[in-house]
């Protein structure tokens, strides 16, 4: 870098109020008023990820709409008159400017704000996931707009998109302060010292994109990166396509397999499985109905006739969870045994509840899949006056757009209500409340890119908890790493040692772009 393009001072000067901006935020956090979480870091953002962390905020802290629309309000109007300052000082052309720029992101702060909480309120991590993408898409093509030097927001905007640099510039800078707040994310006393570093890479960036053209290529660490890309990407792949497990062998028992929510007979992840992965075949295999007990499905078929079970569609699973536990009761009564049961993603919250709760079940080993032990959010009644109240209104505004998309959000129903409306529904039924009895097994598999909605951790009281897999939720029960882990399981193996450095990595780099959740409001007082 040239630094006689710079004048330090004078850009010292100029970058104050972001100095002002943080210890705001430093003594709101300290005296309660602003939850101690590691998204604040993204409050001292460059913009418009600070508008991003802004209404993140309140969707899930303004108790009512007036609240939430007056806060949001002065919100943008502090932010508009501070990127019109940062760009050389506060006149009529800067401030117009930034308003237009802050209506650009506006939109998309809200979808990505609204979908981060609906993936921690319903436990929908693909949810959670879009919303970082929108946050990292509308980041790459707004942020080094203010700085390219252009009086209209459309063309700058080109020119920031067409600056090699200035993209090269802002990714290091993202990749900074997602750093600073995974380091808050990982170690919680350090929130509040996190906010001074994460205003200093913001300051930094903002002094160096107006004059990124006298700064050298940045495009060097690129074939280094695409190199260790493809290195890995084809080792990963030569690992699926030329090892093969070896055959289980033949098992004793029955099998029953449970399929999620908003399934059909016939139709979900667990009638593609495979008996034989597992040692078993298809006469000892079952498919749990939530309909309750029945001569099964004619005509519809998973790997194996559906030969016991009611017909059900998906509204029988939404249905009361002690109701769906007594049907799974009534289902494994005179199975032979040793009784396996399998159950992915909702069906093991009834599967764990049905074993733990009935200790008199001829259930030997339950296995589940894609089990949240936790939730980040509940949400509340409609018109309740509270916290949380913005963003379960545009939760049940979302729910009746999304059936017509094929994903039913039947969230007022029983069984939704219990383990998802209340945030301590998951604790109650997987955690320490409800352990399984002595003489039942328990396995629990969860996938990779769940644990950014797992704060406290992965395992729950089973007796064992396998690493977690690299694999959708969705698709997870099909997994050959996931048939590798029952195996294991069946054959009496003992847990193997499981530190997950890359998905705990993932997790709390991405948790600060999430809402606020649950316990850190309810917990945040003065130190």
């Known amino acids: 870098m040239r630094h006689s393009t710079i004048d330090w001072h004078a850009a010292a000067r100029r970058t104050w109020p972001l100095a002002v901006v943080a210890a705001a935020v430093m003594v709101l956090a300290t005296l309660g008023v602003l939850p101690v979480w590691s998204g ?31 806060l949001l309000v002065v919100l943008i109007c502090v932010r508009i008159v501070l990127l019109a300052y940062l760009l050389g000082g506060i006149t009529w052309q800067r401030l117009r400017f930034a308003a237009l720029f802050y209506s650009a992101a506006a ?27 929108i946050t990292i898409v509308t980041f790459i093509v707004l942020a080094a707009a203010p700085w390219s030097g252009a009086a209209r927001l459309r063309t700058s905007i080109a020119l920031g998109l067409t600056s090699y640099k200035r993209i090269a510039a802002l990714m290091i800078y993202l990749t900074v302060i997602a750093m600073v707040g995974a380091a808050a994310e990982q170690w919680p006393s350090l929130t509040l010292a996190a906010i001074p570093a994460a205003v200093l890479a913001t300051a930094f960036v903002v002094v160096l994109l107006p004059h990124i053209d006298a700064v050298r290529s940045l495009l060097w660490p690129v074939p280094v990166a695409l190199t260790g890309v493809a290195l890995f990407l084809t080792a990963w792949g030569a690992d699926r396509l030329f090892v ?12 029953m397999v449970m399929s999620g929510i908003n399934s059909s007979s016939g ?48 509204e029988d699973t939404h249905q009361p969870m002690d109701l769906l536990a007594a049907h799974l009761a009534a289902q494994v009564e005179g199975l032979p045994r040793p009784i396996t049961v399998v159950g992915h993603s909702h069906s093991a919250w009834v599967a764990w509840l049905a074993a733990a709760t009935k200790p008199d079940l001829p259930i030997d080993r339950v296995i589940v899949l894609s089990a949240f032990p936790e939730s980040g959010h509940g949400y509340v009644d409609a018109h309740t006056v509270g916290q949380g109240r913005i963003a379960a209104d545009l939760l049940r505004i979302a729910a009746p757009i999304a059936t017509e998309f094929g994903m039913v959000l039947a969230i007022d129903t029983p069984a939704l209500q219990r383990v998802l409306g209340d945030p301590e529904g998951p604790a109650q039924i997987m955690r320490s409340r409800s352990p399984l009895p002595d003489h039942v097994r328990g396995l629990s598999i969860v996938a990779a890119t769940d644990l950014v909605l797992l704060p406290s951790g992965w395992t729950i009281g089973a007796e064992v908890n396998a690493c977690p897999v690299w694999n959708s939720h969705p698709t997870l029960p099909n997994s050959p790493a996931v048939a590798r882990e029952i195996n294991r399981f069946l054959d009496g193996e003992h847990a193997r040692e499981c530190t997950p450095v890359a998905a705990n990595l993932l997790a709390a780099v991405s948790r600060p772009l999430g809402v606020p959740r649950h316990d850190q409001i309810v917990l945040r007082s003065p130190p």
Not at 113 to 127: C, E, H, N
Not at 288 to 308: K, N
């Open 107 to 133: 939109v998309p702060a809200l979808i990505a704000a609204q979908l981060s909480y609906m993936g921690f309120a319903i436990l929908y991590v693909r949810a959670f996931w879009v919303s970082v993408w």
């Open 267 to 314: 139709d979900g992840a667990v009638y593609r499985l495979a008996p034989e992965s597992f040692g078993f075949t298809c006469e000892q295999m079952y498919y749990y109905s939530y309909a309750g007990p029945g001569d099964g499905v004619e005509g519809r078929e998973g790997s194996c006739p559906i030969r016991t079970g009611a017909p059900f569609t998906g």
């Open 40 to 70: 604040l870091v993204y409050l001292v953002g460059l913009p418009p990820l600070d508008i991003f962390a802004d209404l993140r905020m309140l969707l899930v802290l303004a108790p009512t709409w007036p609240v939430f629309v007056s």
């Open 244 to 255: 093969r497990e070896p055959e289980p062998p033949l098992r004793e028992g029955s099998l």
